[in-house]
């Protein structure tokens, strides 16, 4: 590929796929500044890595795969906590069944969040995209690598378990 084209050809992914990587990673960090910079990092790595791209995944997936991995050099780095800062999350969180709703009338949104970290990883990622990112199944299973059935099955066995902790 020739320079021009490499560039041609990452607007045209961004333009598809960066609203995707965005939400993917405003659901690990929970902070929109942090979120921009580890974007835009995502597609500079993209660029200077796309002849290693050999299109085993789809492109979506690779990116969040950047993003993931950029997110925790960078936590590794300031030597920070994985939780999730309350302050930066969004104040209006919806998802069907409106879980946050009930959740949230049974124990504070601390709690919440420590609960969420209890979780396995995959759990945890998909609980987030689907009720932080308001993402479909299916833009879940696109960033996890699955099928849209195992993240409807993860997201509704972590609503399961994550209500028979309320009951404790």
Excluded: P
Aim: hydrophobic fraction near 35%; charge should be neutral.
């Amino acid at each position: 590929m020739k320079g021009g084209n490499v560039m041609q050809n990452m607007d045209e992914i961004y333009s598809k796929y960066g609203d995707i990587v965005y939400k993917y990673v405003f659901c690990l960090t929970g902070n929109e500044d942090i979120t921009e910079e580890i974007v835009q990092e995502t597609f500079v790595v993209a660029i200077k890595d796309i002849k290693k791209f050999r299109g085993e995944c789809k492109i979506s997936s690779w990116l969040c795969q950047i993003s993931k991995y950029i997110w925790y050099k960078k936590l590794k780095k300031e030597k920070r906590d994985k939780e999730i800062s309350l302050d930066t999350l969004q104040d209006s969180l919806t998802v069907e069944e409106s879980i946050e709703e009930n959740l949230c009338n049974k124990m504070n949104k601390i709690q919440l969040f420590k609960k969420l970290q209890s979780l396995d990883e995959d759990t945890r990622n998909v609980m987030y995209l689907r009720i932080f990112g308001n993402l479909e199944y299916s833009e879940i299973a696109e960033i996890m690598n699955k099928t849209s059935n195992w993240a409807r099955v993860v997201f509704f066995r972590g609503k399961q378990k994550l209500k028979e902790e309320l009951k404790d």
